[in-house]
């Protein structure tokens, strides 16, 4: 029993160091736009977005209920199962963070959970239903739902304040931002804290320390929402940077019409249950802004990179867990071996991303790979088309002075200089 006890103590740590990773790592689908446009400044507008997910945390239980009750069968876990998930989507998280992809941290625990499942208990024990009706199908319609509905509210934005006064407009949009932004990570909260709420709940039932089919503790809820909160308070600048500066450059009204418009998917999501990934909710959003501005860019290089990140996330962390819980079922050892990976591959990624430092003092930068190089778009290329060249040059440009003669007499006026 004291075994089991010090397993299940692990797996609990383990659940909230990955809610700390997805804190920090998520921290730009509430924020980036925010920061990228200047409506606040970093440091304030992280911390502003910690304590709405801590707020967040508490609204709602559905999302952590279908992680802990419906995606996997319960019978057919062990502690050491959630372990070997939460090392796989730890990962993940870590090295997406490195290079700066806003991935989905949802998909990789929800990856992570099925390959270990897999490599335990078989096929037979993952509810394939729950994983397309919950997980997948939200996937692709999210980024989609969210990206159209931004795009619309962007066009119709400038629509509206085309005869507004610029300086006054963008100060509204501005308000408007810091709210909506706050409404993002109050659905973030909703969203992604309950996932480790259902994981850690996922354990306690495989342990046999709470009941079948129960909701999550208070303890677990409490801990979870402080676990998220501090890791959205560190800021993952990296990722912040891509999504504010290298998918597309944001004016107020668009970051203003990409974060309503996430925040409403995000939210409506999270009152069906379905475990949505936030991330792919607020990038779709910030790319349909891009293109709702007339003589906007999406940075299509930056785009490709980050879809390939999400067609990974899910095999990638599943493969990582898989392996992960082969090695522990050799017992003890094996559990300790995994354990010991972990730390020192987080240990190594974290040493790797000091080689270059990104934080509240350069988030802005514009350097992301790929940026620089990306073509203007189709209305910008049509409008420098047609655009008239610039007016002739005046007389008074075209003047030129004609220097005298060698030798001639300077005071002569016919062989003083001539201008033209």
């Known amino acids: 029993m004291e075994s089991f006890s010090l397993i299940l103590a692990i797996v609990v740590v383990t659940a909230l160091a990955f809610d700390f990773t997805n804190g920090f790592h998520d921290t730009a689908n509430a924020m980036a736009t925010t920061i990228s446009t200047g409506a606040l400044k970093p440091k304030v507008a992280v911390a502003m977005s910690a304590v709405l997910n801590l707020v967040g945390a508490f609204l709602s239980v559905e999302v952590a209920n279908t992680i802990s009750k419906g995606l996997v069968d319960e019978a057919g876990i062990r502690p050491e ?11 993940w998280n870590l090295l997406t963070w490195l290079v700066g992809l806003p991935s989905s ?43 159209i509905a931004a795009m619309l509210a962007t066009r119709l934005t400038y629509r509206l304040g085309r005869d507004a006064d610029t300086k006054a407009s963008e100060k509204g949009y501005r308000a408007g931002q810091i709210a909506s932004a706050g409404l993002v990570s109050l659905a973030h909260g909703t969203n992604d804290a309950q996932k480790t709420m259902g994981i850690i709940t996922l354990a306690l039932v495989a342990g046999g320390a709470v009941a079948p089919d129960s909701d999550p503790p208070l303890w677990v809820i409490l801990s979870a929402g402080i676990a998220i909160a501090l890791g959205t308070y ?8 891509t999504m504010g500066k290298g998918l597309t450059d944001l004016q107020p009204q668009q970051g203003f019409a990409a974060q309503t418009s996430a925040a409403t998917v ?8 379905f475990s949505l990934s936030t991330t792919h909710s607020v990038s779709g959003s910030v790319m349909g802004a891009g293109l709702g501005r007339k003589g906007g860019v999406v940075r299509w290089s930056t785009a490709t990179r980050m879809f390939v990140a999400w067609g990974l996330t899910l095999p990638a962390a599943a493969l990582v867990a898989a392996l992960a819980e082969w090695v522990c079922g050799f017992g003890s050892w094996g559990t300790a071996v995994v354990a ?21 003092t350069n988030v802005n930068e514009h350097d992301t790979p790929g940026a620089s190089e990306e073509p203007a ?44």
Do not use: N, Y
Not at 134 to 143: D, E, G, M, S
Not at 234 to 241: A, D, E, K, N, T
């Open 266 to 273: 995000i939210l409506a999501s999270s009152h069906l249950g």
């Open 81 to 91: 199962v959630i372990f070997a998930a939460l090392v796989g989507a730890i990962l």
């Open 340 to 360: 010991v990976f972990l730390v020192a591959s987080s240990a190594a990624i974290w040493k790797i991303s000091r080689r270059e430092v990104v934080d509240h």
């Open 234 to 241: 560190l800021g993952g600048w990296r990722i912040i940077r």
């Open 377 to 420: 778009g189709v209305v910008t290329q049509a409008i420098a088309a047609v655009t008239p060249p610039p007016a002739g040059p005046t007389a008074e440009e075209l003047s030129a002075t004609i220097p005298a003669p060698v030798g001639a007499d300077p005071q002569a006026p016919s062989a003083a200089s001539t201008t033209v």
């Open 105 to 147: 941290s949802s998909h990789a625990l929800m990856g992570g959970l099925i390959g270990a499942t897999v490599a335990s208990a078989g096929f037979g024990a993952v509810h394939g239903d729950v994983l397309v009706t919950k997980v997948l199908l939200p996937a692709i319609a999210a980024p989609l739902v969210a990206g």
